[in-house]
């Protein structure tokens, strides 16, 4: 991930919204819970993060993958495969834009 600004807002998504005490099936309204609380500056740097995930995620880039997961890890104590990641993403944007 050097190569990649490490996703911050999402470190915050997930250590706040969607840690590991939350199930899957609460994602998507965790998500509009963060667009309704959160300025619309933080929404638009997530969005921004979820767009550069997405493009790890097309080029098929593991290697970057396993780092993010990492990342997201050390502060959430949630995994986020490379399989898990697309549905991750998309419910995401799909509520917060």
């Keep these: 991930m050097d190569n990649l600004k490490k996703p911050e807002m999402l470190k915050y998504f997930m250590s706040g919204y969607f840690n590991q005490s939350v199930s899957w099936s609460d994602l998507e309204g965790l998500a509009t819970d963060f667009k309704e609380r959160e300025p619309k500056s933080m929404v638009k740097q997530l969005i921004s993060e979820l767009k550069m995930l ?9 290697e970057t993958w396993r780092e993010i997961e990492k990342y997201v890890h050390e502060y959430s104590m949630r995994y986020l495969d490379f399989e898990d990641g697309p549905e991750f993403i998309n419910t995401v944007l799909k509520a917060i834009q």
């Excluded at 997405?54 to 593991?62: A, F, I, R, T």
């Design 54 to 62: 997405q493009n790890v995620l097309q080029k098929g880039d593991k």
